[in-house]
Structure formats: structure tokens, C-alpha cells
């Protein structure tokens, strides 16, 4: 169950004028809390203010969020250990029409619950993906955002309803890697590291950009590019990056089937000397 709060009063209903029920105006962040603590923050944070930014919302205060948050978990009485915290940034009530009137201001809504802890063989053996046939849209204006504009990761969830498959991977119109359906997905050739590039659509997660920083404050090479499905496929070693679970190695997509590799091994290594426990 998650409990939800707005300005540090608990809520269980949204009012109907509000920009996100009508058009999807606003953002999110999951954000993982671990021993009481919420997890990546400054990225978390780095990534909401771009996008009110971006999108011309009014940004929260850094402190404040945090503020809501500790509130929400002490109200909630969620177990702080292994929790789970999202916060939305709508874009406010406002009367019938796209363009936002000019003195309406940002809603901010804060929900914790409590968070499963993943299966210890997802990261020993890997997990299966299947390839899904809805595509990720084109648009450079909201490469890389996690807005409330989410039916195409909906729908491509969906697919795999009926299947064991724990992700589902996303292509673009042109047949191009983008993401998971809740994930962003690595792909490893000749002990060499790359992500598909999200200049033109994709959400950039936060555990995409820390493997991104910890991966070339150690050292290790790691580029940014297009990522045919071809290329994919032929790759060495896959593997899986998302804010609550870390990383988890691709065992399988569709028919095909790879092992857990040593690149994957080094790097989830790393991510447990960097605070993400999971990958311990």
C-alpha cells in the first residue's frame, strides 16, 4: 500500500482539474530508501529540477522535498530499512486547455510504501527479457524525462503480461535499442561497455547515470551511442540498470541465451562498493 501526502497532509484523491489527470503535465521520481536514507539523491534531484526546468514547472527546494519525504515515511510508519518513496511534480489546477495559465503553480505529491527486496537469482543467474513490439516515440524535447506521459511503457508491459519474462526491451521506429519497460539496458562487446544514447527519446534513469560516473571515475570505458538490435544481440554480455533493484545481468531474451559474464561481475561489484547493496 502507499500512502500518500501533498504538503505534508495525507490525501487519498487528486482535485479533477488537476494538469496531470488531463494531460499527463508533470514528473516523477522513484526513489529507493535504504537505511532510511533516500538513495541517489543528488541525481534524483539533478534529474527532477532539469526537468521542471525543461518542461517550465516551478522546481521544489531541494531541502524541502527531503522534508516530505521523512514526513511521509514517519506518518506512513514504513519500515525505513528497504522502502520505496515517489515524488510527483504536476503542473497544478487549471481551467479546460493546454496552455497553462501563468499564476498556477507546481503540485507536489509525496507517496512511500513499503519495497520487495528482488530475488537474490536475479543477480546470480541473470534474468529473461522479451522483445516488445510497441516502440518508443520519437521526441528530442523529452529525450531523457520521466514524465507522467508513460503509455508506451504501459503498453509494452502489458505484452509480457502472460509471460515469466522479467523485462520487457523497447526499440524505437527505426529498430534501435532504447530501454526496458522500467529499465535501461547495457550491452558489453569485447570487454567494452556502451548504452543506447537517449538524445531523442528514452528515460535517462539515475542508476544509468551512476554506473555512467562510476565506471569512468574507475576507469573503465564506457560510451554512449546507438544500439542497433543487431548489435545487440551479438553483444557479449547484457545487463539491466534501474533506481530499486541496481543491476540485474540479462540471462535470455527471447530465444537466445548468454551467461553471467566477468564485465557484468566487475561492475556489479563496483555498484556494492558505491552504496548499492542489492549488487552485493
Same mark, same amino acid.
Given at each position: 500500500? %502507499?500512502?500518500w =501526502?501533498c504538503?505534508g /497532509?495525507a490525501?487519498?484523491s487528486l482535485?479533477i482539474?488537476?494538469?496531470?489527470?488531463?494531460?499527463?503535465d508533470?514528473?516523477?521520481e522513484?526513489?529507493?530508501?535504504?537505511?532510511?536514507?533516500?538513495?541517489? $539523491? !543528488?541525481?534524483?534531484?539533478?534529474r527532477l529540477h532539469?526537468?521542471?526546468d525543461?518542461?517550465?514547472l516551478?522546481s521544489?527546494?531541494?531541502e !524541502?522535498l527531503?522534508?516530505?519525504?521523512?514526513?511521509?515515511?514517519? &506518518?506512513? /510508519?514504513?519500515d525505513? !530499512?528497504?522502502? #520505496?518513496a515517489?515524488?510527483?511534480i504536476?503542473a497544478?489546477?487549471?481551467?479546460?486547455?493546454?496552455?497553462?495559465?501563468?499564476s498556477?503553480? !507546481?503540485?507536489?505529491?509525496?507517496?512511500v510504501?513499503?519495497?520487495q527486496?528482488?530475488?537474490?537469482?536475479?543477480?546470480q543467474?541473470?534474468?529473461v527479457?522479451?522483445?516488445?513490439?510497441?516502440?518508443?516515440?520519437?521526441?528530442?524535447?523529452?529525450?531523457g524525462?520521466?514524465?507522467?506521459?508513460? #503509455?508506451?511503457q504501459?503498453?509494452?508491459?502489458n505484452e509480457r *503480461?502472460?509471460?515469466?519474462? =522479467?523485462?520487457?526491451?523497447?526499440?524505437?521506429?527505426?529498430g534501435?535499442?532504447?530501454?526496458?519497460t522500467m529499465?535501461?539496458? =547495457?550491452?558489453?562487446?569485447? @570487454?567494452s561497455v556502451? %548504452?543506447? &544514447?537517449?538524445d531523442?527519446c528514452?528515460?535517462?534513469?539515475?542508476m544509468? @547515470?551512476?554506473? #555512467?560516473? %562510476?565506471?569512468?571515475i574507475?576507469?573503465?570505458?564506457? %560510451?554512449?551511442k546507438?544500439?542497433?538490435w543487431?548489435?545487440?544481440m551479438?553483444?557479449?554480455?547484457?545487463?539491466?540498470?534501474?533506481? /530499486? =533493484?541496481?543491476?540485474v545481468?540479462i @540471462?535470455?531474451?527471447?530465444?537466445?541465451? $548468454?551467461?553471467v559474464?566477468?564485465?557484468t561481475?566487475?561492475?556489479?561489484?563496483? #555498484?556494492? @562498493?558505491?552504496?548499492?547493496?542489492?549488487? *552485493?
Open positions: 500500500m %502507499t500512502h =501526502f504538503n /497532509q490525501i487519498d482535485p482539474d488537476d494538469r496531470a489527470i488531463h494531460y499527463g508533470g514528473l516523477f522513484t526513489i529507493a530508501i535504504r537505511n532510511g536514507e533516500p538513495r541517489l $539523491w !543528488s541525481l534524483h534531484i539533478e532539469s526537468g521542471c525543461r518542461l517550465g516551478d521544489p527546494a531541494d !524541502s527531503r522534508v516530505e519525504i521523512t514526513a511521509a515515511m514517519h &506518518a506512513a /510508519q514504513v525505513p !530499512s528497504y522502502a #520505496l515517489k515524488l510527483i504536476t497544478g489546477s487549471s481551467t479546460r486547455g493546454y496552455r497553462r495559465p501563468i498556477v503553480g !507546481s503540485r507536489v505529491l509525496t507517496g510504501s513499503e519495497a527486496r528482488p530475488a537474490a537469482d536475479n543477480y543467474a541473470g534474468v527479457a522479451v522483445r516488445c513490439t510497441t516502440t518508443v516515440s520519437e521526441q528530442p524535447t523529452l529525450a524525462l520521466k514524465t507522467l506521459n508513460r #503509455l508506451e504501459v503498453l509494452a508491459r *503480461s502472460n509471460t515469466d519474462a =522479467f523485462e520487457g526491451l523497447m526499440c524505437d521506429a527505426d534501435r535499442l532504447i530501454c526496458g529499465s535501461n539496458v =547495457f550491452v558489453v562487446h569485447d @570487454q556502451s %548504452t543506447p &544514447a537517449l531523442r528514452g528515460v535517462a534513469g539515475v544509468r @547515470q551512476h554506473v #555512467l560516473n %562510476t565506471l569512468k574507475a576507469g573503465h570505458e564506457i %560510451t554512449e546507438n544500439v542497433s543487431d548489435h545487440a551479438a553483444a557479449d554480455e547484457l545487463f539491466l540498470t534501474n533506481s /530499486q =533493484f541496481g543491476l545481468p @540471462q535470455g531474451i527471447d530465444e537466445q541465451r $548468454w551467461r559474464g566477468p564485465v561481475g566487475k561492475v556489479m561489484k563496483l #555498484l556494492a @562498493q558505491n552504496g548499492i547493496e542489492e549488487c *552485493s
